[in-house]
T-cell receptor
Framework: EPEVTQTPSHQVTQMGQEVILRCVPI?????FYWYRQILGQKVEFLVSFYNNEISEKSEIFDDQFSVERPDGSNFTLKIRSTKLEDSAMYFC?????????????FGSGTQLSVL | QKEVEQNSGPLSVPEGAIASLNCTYSDRGSQSFFWYRQYSGKSPELIMS????GDKEDGRFTAQLNKASQYVSLLIRDSQPSDSATYLCAGPSSGGTYKYIFGTGTRLKVLA
């Protein structure tokens, strides 16, 4: 069964450092997303991406965040200067279409710890 | 601000019982809902989707949608200890590009 893969599974970084989280969406999917979940809190939408452009972003997704699809398979989330409050589990997801009936498939997540 | 609300629990049920998980939503225009199961430290795993009023059954799971009351539920029959997890209700945000709004999740404990 096709799946969304994310690397690394854990990332520890110092405050102020840049991190790049990587994702390989399901191969025939066209819409890509990043969500995050702070420990004990709800899953929060960060950004959606289609046709090499950001489609929508939340208020969390400020200038410190960026996304990129550098080639035909990878989808990355970059945090330029990490803060303590960026510590969270980051989930990549993909879907075939943007229909409201479409299912989202999530990767296994990257646990980011900012020290 | 569109919201999806869930009781955080924990909801404790004995093994073999029916677990009933509930979710309310604020956007009357929402057309479809999804139930995800999330084990601690893991990613959300899709269990059920429901798009129309009424019940939808899949194995031990039944999703119920009542658009008039803006209410979604998930019933788990013959609950097993392996069902112990957090159950997330999610609905798409209307207007603009597709994205999900998640509830906080209900923690279910099935007692052996």
């Amino acid at each position: 069964e096709p799946e969304v893969t994310q690397t690394p599974s854990h990332q520890v970084t110092q405050m102020g450092q840049e991190v790049i989280l990587r994702c390989v969406p399901i191969s025939n999917h066209l819409y890509f997303y990043w969500y995050r979940q702070i420990l004990g809190q709800k899953v929060e939408f960060l950004v959606s991406f289609y046709n090499n452009e950001i489609s929508e972003k939340s208020e969390i997704f400020d200038d410190q965040f960026s996304v990129e699809r550098p080639d035909g398979s990878n989808f990355t989330l970059k945090i330029r200067s990490t803060k303590l409050e960026d510590s969270a589990m980051y989930f990549c997801a993909s879907s075939l279409t943007s229909s409201t009936n479409e299912k989202l498939f999530f990767g296994s997540g990257t646990q980011l710890s900012v020290l | 601000q569109k919201e999806v609300e869930q009781n955080s629990g924990p909801l404790s049920v004995p093994e073999g019982a029916i677990a009933s998980l509930n979710c309310t939503y604020s956007d009357r225009g929402s057309q479809s809902f999804f139930w995800y199961r999330q084990y601690s430290g893991k990613s959300p795993e899709l269990i059920m989707s429901i798009y129309s009023n009424g019940d939808k059954e899949d194995g031990r799971f039944t999703a119920q949608l009542n658009k008039a009351s803006q209410y979604v539920s998930l019933l788990i029959r013959d609950s097993q200890p392996s069902d112990s997890a957090t159950y997330l209700c999610a609905g798409p945000s209307s207007g603009g590009t597709y994205k999900y709004i998640f509830g906080t999740g209900t923690r279910l404990k099935v007692l052996a």
